[in-house]
């Protein structure tokens, strides 16, 4: 399916992105960026995973999949506004981060509810 192509794409350029982010965090003028890398990093492996366990039935697709990509673009949401402040000192909109993070917590709990309700084998 499309989709699950797209998330493992996403997973995996989330991947290549948090390791650039820890390169400028370690060697850059701005440590504070390593929160936008953490935050990137963590999430990789967890979009493939989600995929794969789409894949396994143990998700329900109708809700795991928009979880899916909402959990991506708040990730994408929270570590952009982060890394912006980290770098110029400014926000890419007012409670940007917050909305990111909060978004990504919803979008856990929703990918924990398809697996409650998806069918068994």
């Known amino acids: 399916m499309i989709a699950d192509r797209l998330l493992t794409v ?5 991947g290549a992105v948090g390791i650039g982010l820890m390169a400028l965090a370690a060697h850059g003028r701005w440590p504070d ?9 963590a999430h990789a ?3 493939i995973a989600i995929v794969a ?3 396994a039935g143990l998700l329900h697709a109708l809700l795991a999949r928009p979880a899916a990509f ?3 673009a708040a990730v994408a949401l929270f570590s ?5 402040n980290a770098m110029t000192g400014q926000r890419l909109f007012p409670m940007a981060a917050p909305i990111g993070g ?3 917590m919803a979008a856990w709990l929703l990918v924990g509810v ?3 309700v998806a069918k068994t084998r």
């Open 70 to 72: 909402l959990l991506a």
């Open 114 to 116: 398809s697996a409650l």
């Open 10 to 14: 996403l997973g995996c350029l989330f």
């Open 102 to 104: 909060t978004s990504s």
């Open 33 to 41: 960026i390593n929160y936008a890398a953490i935050m990137v990093l």
């Open 53 to 55: 366990a789409l894949r």
């Open 80 to 84: 952009a506004d982060v890394a912006l």
């Open 45 to 47: 492996p967890a979009l």
